[in-house]
């Protein structure tokens, strides 16, 4: 059956969120950690707020609740880490 993001894959790496289209290998958009002002789960996925307002939020489709647990624990993990390197570095 064809879902809704069906073919679509979000990469979570060390300093960003990666969303691309698997069958055609063509990035969608990338959110880097530095402009996410806040990660929240909703009904239907995980919503990334952007720095520079509502128009420019992420938001990753994740309709099954345990599997949305467990990205938004990932992401937490990794973005806790990377807030720790920036400051370590400043």
Known sequence: ?????????????????????????????????TQVQGVTIEDTGIRFAHKSGREYD???????KSSQAWFFGQVASV???FNARRRMDS
């Not at 992420?58 to 099954?64: A, E, L, M, T």
């Open 79 to 81: 973005v806790k880490a």
């Open 1 to 33: 059956p064809d879902i809704p993001g069906g073919d679509n894959v979000v990469l979570l790496t060390t300093t960003r969120l990666i969303s691309f289209w698997s069958s055609k290998m063509r990035v969608e958009w990338q959110l880097p950690f």
């Open 58 to 64: 992420r938001f990753v489709y994740i309709p099954d």
